[in-house]
């Protein structure tokens, strides 16, 4: 397995400014995605973050709003940019070990006033 | 397109009852099949996984088998506890020609009263 961690662990925010989140990863991976998980859903992938080129972006999620840095294999960030109250989710980092297993962060829990 | 679809809850069980929380799925290809627990406050963590038919997962007295022939991944316990009072999301995973990919179903809330 992999041991993921996320910084910070929760914040509030006001609207209109922005909040990055870091991911890091204990070994390195390939594959790291980045979900959002809405007040009692399920949750939705944001965008794969790519290693030393831009993320892929998932429909509806573009990078003005949420841009992504992934300079190494073991490490991202997630920009949520010019927040709103829609914007008030847990955030979470992903990342893919083995053929199909997935290990997720502890998440991030934004609160947007 | 793949889908999941699992019981809605809230599932609301005594300590020491049987749990069932059914899962079934569609996919074109071969996917893995996986149960994900979310613990009030934290992030999901890896439960129990299957990669090909037949085969069974089990972790923590849990356990699902996956059935090709109902394309079911049904999660079990013989014996609930307090601390087994969480949301649980079945998901499958493949990779195929268009990349990796995940899809969760929508989260079953289970609450285990003493």
């Known amino acids: 397995s992999a041991v993921i961690s996320q910084k910070p662990s929760r914040d509030i925010c006001q609207r209109g400014t922005s909040l990055t989140i870091q991911c890091q990863v204990d070994?390195?991976?390939?594959?790291m995605f980045w979900y959002r998980q809405q007040p009692g859903q399920s949750l939705t992938l944001i965008a794969t973050?790519?290693?030393?080129?831009?993320?892929?972006?998932e429909s509806g999620f573009v990078i003005d709003k949420f841009p992504i840095s992934r300079p190494n294999l073991t490490f991202s960030t997630l920009t949520v940019s010019n927040m709103s109250p829609e914007d008030s989710s847990i955030y979470l980092c992903s990342v893919v070990l083995g053929r199909e297993t997935q290990y997720f962060g502890p998440g991030t829990r934004l609160l947007v006033l | 397109g793949d889908s999941v679809t699992q019981m809605e809850g809230p599932v609301t069980l005594s300590e020491e009852a049987c749990l069932t929380i059914?899962?079934?799925?569609?996919?074109?290809?071969?996917?893995?099949l996986f149960w994900y627990v979310q613990y009030p406050g934290e992030g999901l963590q890896l439960l129990l996984k299957a990669t090909k038919a037949d085969d069974k997962g089990s972790n923590k007295g849990f356990e699902a088998t996956y059935r090709k022939e109902t394309t079911s991944f049904h999660l079990e316990k013989g014996s609930v506890q307090v601390s087994d009072s969480a949301v649980y999301f079945c998901?499958?995973?493949?990779?195929?020609?268009?990349?990796?990919?995940?899809?969760f179903g929508a989260g079953t809330r289970l609450f285990v009263k003493a």
């Open positions: 998901a499958l995973s493949d990779q195929g020609t268009g990349g990796f990919k995940t899809i």
């Open positions: 070994s390195q991976v390939t594959m």
């Open positions: 973050a790519n290693q030393g080129s831009e993320a892929t972006y």
């Open positions: 059914n899962c079934t799925y569609t996919a074109t290809g071969y996917p893995s």
